[in-house]
C-alpha cells in the first residue's frame, strides 16, 4: 500500500467516523459505495468536501466523471495524483 | 376537569449512572445518585453503520428507544426533545461564521427528527414519526401527542420517546436545564385491554389557581421524565403533578380493578 492509499483510507476514516473500521479493513480495489464497504450518498457528499479541504479538489456532485473516481480506494488515488500533478 | 388515561406497559431510562432496572430502583429509593457525566451507551441495537451517525444524544436516546421498538413491530412513536441535537447545530454554524463549507452529514443530521429517521432505518420500520420540541412540559405534552397518536392506531400504542442534554458550549449551561443528560423511552397504550402489571395514569390539567401554587412549590432541578420514572417505580407514590410556566399537569396513577 502507498504512502497515498494509506493517507485516502484514514481520511475516509476520520471523516466518515468510521469507528470500528482500520485502514487494512478497507480493500483498494472493492467499491466504497453500497457494496464492498457500503457508504451512502451522504457519505458521497462528505467525501467530496473532505477531498475539497485537504487537496483542493473541486467535484461536480451530479457528473459520472465523480462517479468514476469514487469507485474505490485505487481510483481516489488516480485522481488526488493526476490533480497534483496539474498543480 | 379534563382528563386522559394512558397505560404504560413498558419503559427503558439512561442517565449517567443509573441504566439497568435495578440501579433505577436504587435511585428512586434515593440510594443511587446519577454521575454527573458518562460516555453515552453504545446503542447496541443500530447496526454499525448507522450508529456511528448518532451523536451522544441519539445514542442514548435509541439505546433506550430501540429494544422498545424492536419488540413491538409497527409501533408508530414520537420523539420529544427541548434542545434536539444542538452540538450539530453549533458546530455548524461555527462553520457559517468563519466561511466555512458545511458538512453535509452535520446538516442532515442536525433535524430534529433525525435520530427517529435513524430508528426506522435500523429496524426497517416505516410507521408512523413525530417530533415534538418543547419548552418545558415535556413530559406531559409528549404522552400526551403520544396517547392521541395512539389512539388512531389499531394496535391503540404509541412509543414516546424524551430526551435532551446539557447546552454545548457557548451557551451558558447552568441558564437552562438539564443539568446532566437523560433518555427515557415509554410504550403507552390507550384501551381497555393493558397487559398485566401496566401501570394506568390519569392525566389531568390543573386550574390556573392550583397551576400557581404548584409552580411556586416546584423544587430541584430534575427532568421531568426522571420525575415520571420515580412515579412509576415507588409504590408509595401516587400522583406527580408538573408545572411550567404555561401550564400544570397531575399524573396520578388508577386503581386496577382485578377481573
Known amino acids: ?87 | 376537569m379534563n382528563t386522559i388515561q394512558l397505560t404504560i406497559n413498558a419503559w427503558n431510562a439512561w442517565t449517567p449512572g443509573v441504566e439497568t432496572r435495578e440501579q433505577w430502583d436504587e435511585w428512586a429509593e434515593d440510594l443511587r445518585t446519577p454521575l454527573d457525566q458518562a460516555t453515552a451507551p453504545k446503542a447496541e441495537g443500530i447496526p454499525p453503520m448507522l450508529r456511528r451517525r448518532l451523536s451522544s444524544l441519539g445514542k442514548m436516546a435509541l439505546a433506550v428507544a430501540a429494544p422498545l421498538a424492536r419488540a413491538n413491530p409497527g409501533i408508530a412513536s414520537v420523539f420529544c426533545s427541548q434542545h434536539g441535537e444542538l452540538e450539530r447545530t453549533v458546530q455548524l454554524l461555527t462553520e457559517v461564521a468563519g466561511q466555512q463549507p458545511l458538512s453535509p452529514t452535520q446538516f442532515s443530521l442536525s433535524v430534529h427528527n433525525a435520530i427517529g429517521g435513524l430508528l426506522s432505518m435500523a429496524t426497517k420500520d416505516p410507521s408512523p414519526m413525530t417530533a415534538l420540541a418543547c419548552e418545558d412540559g415535556e413530559v406531559s405534552a409528549a404522552l400526551l401527542e403520544a396517547a392521541l397518536i395512539a389512539r388512531e392506531q389499531d394496535n391503540r400504542q404509541a412509543l414516546c420517546v424524551i430526551y435532551d442534554e446539557p447546552l454545548p458550549s457557548p451557551y451558558p449551561r447552568d441558564d437552562m436545564p438539564p443539568a446532566r443528560p437523560y433518555a427515557l423511552a415509554l410504550v403507552i397504550y390507550v384501551g381497555d385491554n393493558p397487559a398485566p402489571g401496566a401501570c394506568p395514569l390519569e392525566l389531568q390539567v390543573l386550574s390556573p389557581d392550583t397551576a400557581q401554587g404548584a409552580l411556586l412549590a416546584k423544587g430541584g432541578d430534575e427532568p421531568e421524565a426522571l420525575q415520571l420514572v420515580r412515579l412509576l417505580l415507588l409504590q408509595k407514590q401516587q400522583q406527580l403533578t408538573l408545572a411550567s410556566a404555561r401550564h400544570t399537569w397531575r399524573w396520578c396513577k388508577l386503581q386496577v380493578t382485578e377481573p
Open chain 1, 1 to 87: 500500500m502507498n504512502a497515498l492509499e494509506q493517507e485516502l483510507k484514514q481520511l475516509i476514516i476520520d471523516t466518515l467516523d468510521l469507528e470500528d473500521i482500520s485502514v487494512d479493513d478497507i480493500i483498494s480495489d472493492e467499491p466504497l459505495f453500497v457494496e464492498g464497504l457500503g457508504l451512502d450518498s451522504i457519505d458521497a457528499l462528505e467525501l467530496g468536501l473532505a477531498l475539497q479541504k485537504r487537496y483542493g479538489i473541486k467535484l461536480d456532485a451530479d457528473s459520472e466523471e465523480t462517479k468514476k473516481h469514487f469507485a474505490n480506494v485505487m481510483s481516489l488515488v488516480a485522481l488526488v495524483t493526476e490533480h497534483q500533478a496539474g498543480q
